[in-house]
């Protein structure tokens, strides 16, 4: 599943190409014609913001909400290039001037009224964003701590404490951090849970930056774990049942 990071990264794409710009709307697949996207043709599009996994594209009176979940995407292109995946397989083309972007696949794509966005039962029980710019940490730390019976990695996928952390910075930051994910949040100090969020953000920042995710322990179980050399563990967590990856030496 995209994670913040991969969010954040279309929306600097996507605003850079197309904000500012009025838009012609299409949507060769019918689930973008159920979305209605064709009444974004001809606005002006304000501007595009991540908010944890969800990417919002405001209009004037109306905002494009998109999830991309396990296999969506936004694709930007020179406008007239060949596209990497087929005509049929996009939900929305939103096209200017000189570039366009094309949005294929994932578990939501919906329109709303720019003036219900705040009272949006999806959007509104988000948590901070592990990304934004002034990440209040006290307070991210004291939403964390919520359901303080609850193991850390398990909640640390909740989007509604914290937004934008998945799989991937989930583990990684429990092991940068040298915090055990299976603890639950009441035995945890506040300074720990502390050094957790800021090892995510500072891991998410840099692949927004450069694109790419530097594995220490995600998908490495059985392998030997890069700071004891001792063979790091995985198993599932939560009531989903996400894949959970540590060192049980490390992180004791």
């Not at 994670?3 to 954040?8: A, F, K, R, S």
């Not at 190409?17 to 606005?43: F, Y």
């Amino acid at each position: 599943m995209a994670e913040g990071d991969t969010i954040l990264r279309a929306a600097r794409r996507l605003d850079a190409a197309l904000t500012g710009e009025t838009l012609a709307a299409s949507a060769p697949n019918s689930r973008g014609r159920a979305a209605r996207i064709e009444r974004l043709d001809g606005l002006r599009l304000q501007g595009v913001r991540a908010h944890g996994k969800n990417l919002i594209l405001d209009f004037d009176e109306l905002v494009l909400h998109s999830h991309l979940g396990m296999s969506g995407a936004w694709h930007v292109y020179p406008r007239g290039a060949r596209w990497r995946k087929p005509r049929h397989a996009a939900w929305a083309v939103l096209a200017g001037a000189s570039q366009e972007a094309v949005q294929f696949g994932g578990p939501t794509l919906r329109l709303l009224p720019a003036s219900r966005l705040r009272r949006d039962p999806q959007l509104s029980r988000l948590g901070s964003d592990i990304l934004a710019p002034e990440l209040d940490l006290a307070a991210a730390v004291r939403g964390l701590r919520a359901d303080p019976g609850r193991e850390l990695g398990d909640a640390l996928l909740d989007q509604t404490l914290l937004a934008g952390i998945g799989n991937i910075f989930k583990s990684e930051a429990c092991f940068a951090a040298r915090v055990d994910p299976w603890r639950q949040l009441r035995d945890i100090e506040e300074d720990e849970l502390a050094a957790v969020l800021l090892a995510a953000r500072e891991q998410m920042q840099r692949a927004v930056t450069d694109g790419r995710h530097h594995y220490a322990v995600y998908r490495r179980s059985g392998q030997p774990c890069p700071a004891c050399h001792g063979p790091l563990s995985s198993r599932g967590q939560g009531d989903a049942n996400r894949t959970t990856y540590w060192c049980p030496r490390c992180q004791l």
